[in-house]
Protein backbone atom coordinates (compact mmCIF):
# COMPACT_ATOMS: atom_id res chain seq x y z
CA UNK A 1 0.00 0.00 0.00
CA UNK A 2 1.12 3.40 -0.85
CA UNK A 3 -0.24 6.80 0.23
CA UNK A 4 -0.40 9.34 -2.65
CA UNK A 5 -0.96 12.78 -1.96
CA UNK A 6 -2.80 15.69 -4.27
CA UNK A 7 -3.41 12.77 -6.23
CA UNK A 8 -5.47 13.11 -9.63
CA UNK A 9 -8.84 10.90 -10.43
CA UNK A 10 -9.23 11.33 -13.60
CA UNK A 11 -8.56 7.70 -14.49
CA UNK A 12 -10.61 6.88 -11.97
CA UNK A 13 -13.84 8.11 -13.02
CA UNK A 14 -15.96 7.13 -16.04
CA UNK A 15 -16.41 10.76 -16.87
CA UNK A 16 -12.81 11.47 -16.98
CA UNK A 17 -12.98 14.68 -14.62
CA UNK A 18 -9.69 15.60 -13.51
CA UNK A 19 -10.45 16.30 -9.62
CA UNK A 20 -7.70 15.86 -6.98
CA UNK A 21 -8.03 13.68 -3.61
CA UNK A 22 -5.97 15.45 -0.94
CA UNK A 23 -5.25 11.61 0.18
CA UNK A 24 -5.40 8.20 -2.23
CA UNK A 25 -4.39 4.74 -1.00
CA UNK A 26 -5.87 1.61 -2.52
CA UNK A 27 -6.13 -1.69 -0.78
CA UNK A 28 -6.04 -5.11 -2.31
CA UNK A 29 -7.64 -6.98 0.58
CA UNK A 30 -9.92 -7.12 3.47
CA UNK A 31 -7.08 -6.72 6.02
CA UNK A 32 -5.45 -3.74 4.24
CA UNK A 33 -8.81 -2.10 4.06
CA UNK A 34 -9.24 -2.68 8.08
CA UNK A 35 -5.20 -1.72 8.34
CA UNK A 36 -6.40 1.82 6.53
CA UNK A 37 -9.18 2.43 8.51
CA UNK A 38 -7.81 1.62 11.89
CA UNK A 39 -4.66 4.14 11.01
CA UNK A 40 -7.27 6.63 9.52
CA UNK A 41 -9.72 7.06 12.16
CA UNK A 42 -9.14 11.17 12.79
CA UNK A 43 -9.65 11.23 8.49
CA UNK A 44 -12.77 11.81 6.77
CA UNK A 45 -12.51 8.38 4.38
CA UNK A 46 -13.85 8.34 0.59
CA UNK A 47 -14.57 5.11 -0.43
CA UNK A 48 -13.90 4.81 -4.34
CA UNK A 49 -14.62 1.20 -6.55
CA UNK A 50 -15.07 1.66 -10.47
CA UNK A 51 -15.58 5.66 -10.53
CA UNK A 52 -18.61 4.67 -12.78
CA UNK A 53 -21.35 6.06 -10.83
CA UNK A 54 -20.27 9.81 -9.99
CA UNK A 55 -19.57 13.39 -10.77
CA UNK A 56 -16.97 14.67 -9.11
CA UNK A 57 -17.51 18.30 -9.27
CA UNK A 58 -15.00 19.33 -6.30
CA UNK A 59 -11.69 18.26 -5.60
CA UNK A 60 -11.87 15.07 -2.37
CA UNK A 61 -10.90 16.73 0.96
CA UNK A 62 -10.48 13.26 2.43
CA UNK A 63 -8.40 10.09 2.19
CA UNK A 64 -9.64 8.23 -1.37
CA UNK A 65 -9.61 4.54 -0.24
CA UNK A 66 -9.79 2.61 -3.39
CA UNK A 67 -10.92 -0.74 -2.94
CA UNK A 68 -8.78 -2.76 -5.54
CA UNK A 69 -9.32 -6.49 -3.80
CA UNK A 70 -9.93 -9.49 -6.51
CA UNK A 71 -11.06 -12.87 -6.46
CA UNK A 72 -13.88 -14.87 -7.94
CA UNK A 73 -14.72 -18.60 -6.37
CA UNK A 74 -17.61 -20.97 -6.55
CA UNK A 75 -18.54 -21.44 -2.67
CA UNK A 76 -21.78 -23.77 -3.47
CA UNK A 77 -23.28 -25.57 -6.25
CA UNK A 78 -25.30 -28.60 -7.25
CA UNK A 79 -26.49 -29.94 -10.59
CA UNK A 80 -29.08 -26.83 -11.35
CA UNK A 81 -27.42 -24.00 -9.47
CA UNK A 82 -23.91 -22.41 -8.28
CA UNK A 83 -23.44 -20.16 -5.55
CA UNK A 84 -20.62 -17.56 -7.24
CA UNK A 85 -19.06 -15.03 -4.66
CA UNK A 86 -16.75 -11.83 -6.54
CA UNK A 87 -14.59 -9.31 -4.88
CA UNK A 88 -15.95 -6.13 -4.73
CA UNK A 89 -12.78 -4.97 -6.87
CA UNK A 90 -13.60 -6.98 -9.90
CA UNK A 91 -14.78 -5.32 -13.12
CA UNK A 92 -18.60 -5.17 -13.30
CA UNK A 93 -18.94 -7.06 -16.94
CA UNK A 94 -15.74 -9.10 -16.78
CA UNK A 95 -16.89 -11.18 -13.64
CA UNK A 96 -20.38 -11.02 -16.33
CA UNK A 97 -18.43 -12.59 -18.85
CA UNK A 98 -16.47 -15.50 -16.63
CA UNK A 99 -20.02 -16.54 -15.82
CA UNK A 100 -20.81 -16.65 -19.35
CA UNK A 101 -17.74 -18.77 -20.31
CA UNK A 102 -18.85 -21.18 -17.20
CA UNK A 103 -22.16 -21.10 -18.80
CA UNK A 104 -23.59 -19.44 -15.41
CA UNK A 105 -27.07 -17.78 -16.39
CA UNK A 106 -28.44 -15.21 -14.62
CA UNK A 107 -26.45 -12.14 -15.16
CA UNK A 108 -26.15 -11.83 -19.11
CA UNK A 109 -28.94 -9.14 -19.29
CA UNK A 110 -26.64 -6.61 -17.64
CA UNK A 111 -23.34 -7.13 -19.02
CA UNK A 112 -21.10 -4.10 -20.33
CA UNK A 113 -22.27 -2.52 -17.26
CA UNK A 114 -19.45 -0.44 -16.21
CA UNK A 115 -18.25 -0.37 -12.50
CA UNK A 116 -17.21 -2.42 -10.28
CA UNK A 117 -19.21 -5.53 -8.23
CA UNK A 118 -18.68 -4.42 -5.22
CA UNK A 119 -20.92 -1.01 -5.91
CA UNK A 120 -23.11 -3.16 -7.59
CA UNK A 121 -25.39 -3.58 -5.20
CA UNK A 122 -25.69 0.19 -3.47
CA UNK A 123 -27.70 1.11 -6.25
CA UNK A 124 -29.16 -2.18 -7.51
CA UNK A 125 -27.94 -2.49 -10.93
CA UNK A 126 -29.94 -3.86 -13.90
CA UNK A 127 -30.85 -3.50 -17.30
CA UNK A 128 -32.66 -4.92 -19.59
CA UNK A 129 -35.34 -6.63 -17.68
CA UNK A 130 -32.83 -7.90 -15.31
CA UNK A 131 -31.65 -6.19 -11.55
CA UNK A 132 -29.08 -7.48 -9.12
CA UNK A 133 -31.79 -8.58 -6.71
CA UNK A 134 -32.78 -11.29 -9.08
CA UNK A 135 -29.82 -12.81 -8.33
CA UNK A 136 -28.40 -11.72 -5.51
CA UNK A 137 -27.83 -14.01 -2.54
CA UNK A 138 -25.64 -11.55 0.23
CA UNK A 139 -23.13 -9.43 0.15
CA UNK A 140 -20.19 -8.69 3.03
CA UNK A 141 -19.32 -5.63 4.09
CA UNK A 142 -17.22 -4.28 6.62
CA UNK A 143 -18.33 -1.43 9.08
CA UNK A 144 -15.95 1.37 9.21
CA UNK A 145 -16.36 2.28 13.27
CA UNK A 146 -15.88 -1.16 13.45
CA UNK A 147 -13.83 -2.97 10.90
CA UNK A 148 -15.62 -6.32 11.69
CA UNK A 149 -17.37 -7.44 8.04
CA UNK A 150 -20.90 -8.78 8.43
CA UNK A 151 -23.13 -10.60 5.83
CA UNK A 152 -25.58 -8.93 4.70
CA UNK A 153 -29.29 -11.18 2.79
CA UNK A 154 -30.75 -9.57 0.15
CA UNK A 155 -33.91 -9.12 2.05
CA UNK A 156 -31.32 -6.98 4.49
CA UNK A 157 -30.33 -5.17 1.85
CA UNK A 158 -33.77 -3.71 0.90
CA UNK A 159 -33.79 -3.45 -2.85
CA UNK A 160 -35.94 -1.25 -4.35
CA UNK A 161 -35.40 0.27 -8.10
CA UNK A 162 -31.97 1.48 -8.30
CA UNK A 163 -31.99 1.55 -4.72
CA UNK A 164 -31.12 -0.14 -1.38
CA UNK A 165 -29.67 0.28 2.14
CA UNK A 166 -26.52 1.30 1.37
CA UNK A 167 -27.69 4.34 -0.13
CA UNK A 168 -29.91 5.28 2.77
CA UNK A 169 -29.91 4.52 6.42
CA UNK A 170 -26.53 2.47 6.13
CA UNK A 171 -25.11 5.03 3.58
CA UNK A 172 -21.12 6.16 4.36
CA UNK A 173 -21.23 3.46 7.30
CA UNK A 174 -20.33 0.02 5.63
CA UNK A 175 -18.19 -1.05 2.71
CA UNK A 176 -18.66 -3.87 0.71
CA UNK A 177 -16.03 -6.29 0.31
CA UNK A 178 -17.43 -9.02 -1.68
CA UNK A 179 -21.16 -10.23 -2.97
CA UNK A 180 -22.65 -13.86 -3.90
CA UNK A 181 -24.41 -14.51 -6.58
CA UNK A 182 -27.01 -17.33 -7.32
CA UNK A 183 -26.96 -18.62 -11.18
CA UNK A 184 -28.47 -21.24 -12.89
CA UNK A 185 -26.86 -23.96 -14.57
CA UNK A 186 -29.03 -25.66 -16.38
CA UNK A 187 -32.40 -24.62 -17.60
CA UNK A 188 -31.53 -20.82 -17.96
CA UNK A 189 -34.13 -18.04 -17.83
CA UNK A 190 -33.68 -16.41 -21.16
CA UNK A 191 -34.77 -13.17 -21.09
CA UNK A 192 -35.37 -11.29 -24.34
CA UNK A 193 -38.46 -9.91 -23.63
CA UNK A 194 -36.74 -6.26 -23.11
CA UNK A 195 -35.85 -3.80 -25.68
CA UNK A 196 -34.32 -4.69 -28.72
CA UNK A 197 -32.82 -7.51 -27.74
CA UNK A 198 -35.37 -10.12 -29.91
CA UNK A 199 -34.67 -7.85 -33.00
CA UNK A 200 -31.20 -7.83 -32.36
CA UNK A 201 -31.11 -11.41 -32.33
CA UNK A 202 -33.68 -12.01 -35.18
CA UNK A 203 -30.78 -9.88 -37.14
CA UNK A 204 -28.34 -12.56 -36.51
CA UNK A 205 -30.66 -15.20 -37.82
CA UNK A 206 -30.83 -16.29 -34.00
CA UNK A 207 -34.10 -17.90 -33.03
CA UNK A 208 -33.33 -20.11 -29.72
CA UNK A 209 -30.81 -17.74 -28.24
CA UNK A 210 -28.19 -19.11 -25.18
CA UNK A 211 -27.07 -16.87 -22.40
CA UNK A 212 -24.16 -15.95 -24.17
CA UNK A 213 -25.80 -15.50 -27.40
CA UNK A 214 -28.48 -12.55 -24.87
CA UNK A 215 -24.71 -11.33 -23.72
CA UNK A 216 -23.71 -10.73 -27.46
CA UNK A 217 -26.65 -8.85 -28.37
CA UNK A 218 -26.88 -6.61 -25.06
CA UNK A 219 -23.53 -5.66 -25.87
CA UNK A 220 -24.27 -4.72 -29.62
CA UNK A 221 -26.96 -2.44 -28.58
CA UNK A 222 -25.23 -0.89 -25.81
CA UNK A 223 -22.07 -0.13 -27.85
CA UNK A 224 -24.52 1.64 -30.84
CA UNK A 225 -26.49 3.59 -28.16
CA UNK A 226 -24.06 3.84 -25.49
CA UNK A 227 -20.70 6.10 -25.72
CA UNK A 228 -17.30 4.24 -24.62
CA UNK A 229 -16.00 5.88 -21.18
CA UNK A 230 -12.84 5.22 -22.39
CA UNK A 231 -13.54 7.03 -25.32
CA UNK A 232 -15.96 9.63 -24.63
CA UNK A 233 -16.21 10.45 -20.60
CA UNK A 234 -19.58 9.40 -19.27
CA UNK A 235 -21.51 7.69 -16.45
CA UNK A 236 -24.08 5.62 -18.16
CA UNK A 237 -27.56 6.46 -17.20
CA UNK A 238 -27.49 9.87 -15.42
CA UNK A 239 -30.88 10.41 -15.11
CA UNK A 240 -32.98 7.54 -13.22
CA UNK A 241 -36.45 6.93 -15.33
CA UNK A 242 -38.95 8.64 -13.07
CA UNK A 243 -41.70 6.63 -11.47
CA UNK A 244 -44.94 8.41 -11.12
CA UNK A 245 -48.87 8.19 -9.80
CA UNK A 246 -51.24 6.81 -12.26
CA UNK A 247 -53.02 10.57 -11.42
CA UNK A 248 -50.08 12.29 -13.05
CA UNK A 249 -49.34 9.83 -15.67
CA UNK A 250 -53.38 10.19 -16.65
CA UNK A 251 -52.98 13.95 -16.84
CA UNK A 252 -49.44 14.07 -18.62
CA UNK A 253 -50.60 11.08 -20.95
CA UNK A 254 -53.82 12.95 -22.14
CA UNK A 255 -51.45 16.04 -23.55
CA UNK A 256 -48.81 13.92 -24.57
CA UNK A 257 -50.51 10.44 -26.15
CA UNK A 258 -47.19 9.43 -27.99
CA UNK A 259 -45.42 9.07 -24.51
CA UNK A 260 -43.57 5.84 -23.81
CA UNK A 261 -45.13 4.00 -20.11
CA UNK A 262 -44.57 1.02 -18.43
CA UNK A 263 -47.15 -0.46 -15.87
CA UNK A 264 -45.81 -0.91 -12.59
CA UNK A 265 -48.78 -1.59 -10.58
CA UNK A 266 -52.13 -0.56 -10.12
CA UNK A 267 -51.04 2.85 -8.93
CA UNK A 268 -47.66 3.65 -10.79
CA UNK A 269 -46.13 4.21 -14.04
CA UNK A 270 -42.87 4.80 -15.32
CA UNK A 271 -41.50 6.71 -17.95
CA UNK A 272 -38.34 6.68 -19.64
CA UNK A 273 -36.43 9.45 -18.54
CA UNK A 274 -34.48 9.55 -21.99
CA UNK A 275 -37.80 10.48 -24.11
CA UNK A 276 -38.70 13.16 -21.82
CA UNK A 277 -35.62 14.41 -22.09
CA UNK A 278 -35.47 14.32 -25.92
CA UNK A 279 -38.81 15.94 -26.08
CA UNK A 280 -37.15 18.89 -23.95
CA UNK A 281 -34.80 19.61 -27.36
CA UNK A 282 -31.32 18.24 -25.34
CA UNK A 283 -30.49 15.01 -27.14
CA UNK A 284 -27.41 15.70 -29.08
CA UNK A 285 -26.78 19.36 -27.72
CA UNK A 286 -23.29 20.21 -26.58
CA UNK A 287 -22.56 23.47 -24.39
CA UNK A 288 -19.42 23.66 -23.95
CA UNK A 289 -17.48 20.90 -23.40
CA UNK A 290 -20.85 18.94 -21.42
CA UNK A 291 -23.16 17.57 -23.52
CA UNK A 292 -25.92 15.43 -23.88
CA UNK A 293 -24.83 12.37 -26.11
CA UNK A 294 -26.24 12.32 -29.58
CA UNK A 295 -27.76 8.89 -29.93
CA UNK A 296 -29.01 8.10 -25.86
CA UNK A 297 -30.68 11.32 -24.20
CA UNK A 298 -30.22 9.93 -20.90
CA UNK A 299 -26.98 9.66 -21.40
CA UNK A 300 -24.11 13.42 -20.04
CA UNK A 301 -20.96 13.32 -21.94
CA UNK A 302 -17.82 15.12 -21.08
CA UNK A 303 -16.64 15.84 -24.64
CA UNK A 304 -13.10 16.42 -22.95
CA UNK A 305 -12.30 18.99 -20.60
CA UNK A 306 -15.89 19.76 -18.95
CA UNK A 307 -15.91 20.56 -15.28
CA UNK A 308 -18.20 18.02 -12.81
CA UNK A 309 -19.26 21.71 -12.19
CA UNK A 310 -20.55 22.23 -15.53
CA UNK A 311 -22.00 19.24 -15.90
CA UNK A 312 -24.20 18.75 -13.41
CA UNK A 313 -25.08 22.74 -14.71
CA UNK A 314 -26.49 20.57 -17.35
CA UNK A 315 -28.08 18.32 -15.33
CA UNK A 316 -29.88 20.86 -13.63
CA UNK A 317 -31.10 22.72 -16.59
CA UNK A 318 -32.33 19.55 -17.67
CA UNK A 319 -34.60 18.77 -14.85
CA UNK A 320 -35.96 22.31 -15.28
CA UNK A 321 -36.64 21.94 -18.96
CA UNK A 322 -38.35 18.58 -18.24
CA UNK A 323 -40.38 19.41 -15.21
CA UNK A 324 -41.67 22.70 -17.19
CA UNK A 325 -42.88 20.63 -19.92
CA UNK A 326 -44.61 17.84 -18.73
CA UNK A 327 -44.45 18.53 -14.74
CA UNK A 328 -42.73 15.41 -14.12
CA UNK A 329 -39.47 15.17 -11.74
CA UNK A 330 -36.15 13.44 -12.74
CA UNK A 331 -33.82 12.56 -10.62
CA UNK A 332 -30.33 11.68 -10.83
CA UNK A 333 -28.90 8.26 -10.91
CA UNK A 334 -25.20 9.23 -10.61
CA UNK A 335 -23.87 10.28 -7.22
CA UNK A 336 -23.07 13.98 -7.02
CA UNK A 337 -19.97 14.68 -5.24
Not at 52 to 60: A, G
Not at 63 to 88: C, F, P, R, T
Not at 94 to 103: G, L, S, T
Not at 112 to 138: C, H, M, R, W
Amino acid sequence: MELHKNYSLKTYNTFGINAYAKNFIAITTTTELAKVIQQNTDKKLFILGGGSNMLLTQDVDALVIHINNKGIEVVQEDANSVHIKAMAGENWHEFVRHCIDNDYGGLENMSLIPGNVGTAPIQNIGAYGAEIKDTFVSCQAMNISTQEVVTFTKEECEFAYRESIFKNNLKGKYIITSVTFKLTKTNHNINTAYGDINKELLKNGITNPTIKDVSNAVIAIRQNKLPNPNELGNSGSFFKNPIVSKELFNMVYAQHPEMPHYIISDTEVKVPAGWLIEQSGFKGKRFGDAGVHKKQALVLVNYGTATGQEILALAKKIQTAVYKNFGIAITTEVNII
